[in-house]
């Protein structure tokens, strides 16, 4: 099992950027692939971004161009850079982690999750 716990969440406005941090134990991320979600009030949890153990990145249309996924390997972390952030993007943001190789934007493929924190974006 791997346990994840994200950092870095709060408030900012429109057009802002957070750093986002989703520090592992328990195992190490060296082989896994780490990604991102996030989850508004009523709405499904939503693809972000992921990164492979390869470093290979893949990025939701809407994000790609203004967020950046990185991990340290040497640190068992992974971020999320957000830029010019946008009142829409306000969610619950999770970080979680899996084994697979396969092409997926699916939650429900991703077998660890950690507890999310928030981003609010707003004036």
């Known amino acids: 099992q791997v346990q994840l716990v994200e950092s870095g969440g709060g408030s900012v406005q429109p057009g802002g950027s957070l750093r986002l941090s989703c520090a592992a134990s328990?195992?190490?991320?060296?082989?896994?692939?780490m990604g991102w979600f996030r989850q508004a009030p009523g709405k499904e949890r939503e693809f972000v971004s992921y990164?492979?153990?390869?470093?290979?990145?893949v990025y939701a249309d809407s994000v790609l161009g203004r967020f950046s996924i990185s991990r340290d390997n040497g640190k068992n972390t992974v971020y999320l850079q957000m830029n010019r952030l946008k009142p829409e993007e306000t969610a619950v943001y999770y970080c979680?982690?899996?084994?697979?190789?396969?092409?997926?934007?699916?939650?429900?493929?991703?077998?660890?999750w950690g507890q999310g924190t928030q981003v609010t974006v707003s004036s």
């Open positions: 979680t982690a899996d084994q697979s190789n396969r092409a997926t934007r699916r939650a429900t493929d991703f077998g660890s």
């Open positions: 328990g195992r190490t991320i060296l082989t896994y692939r």
């Open positions: 990164i492979s153990a390869g470093h290979r990145t």
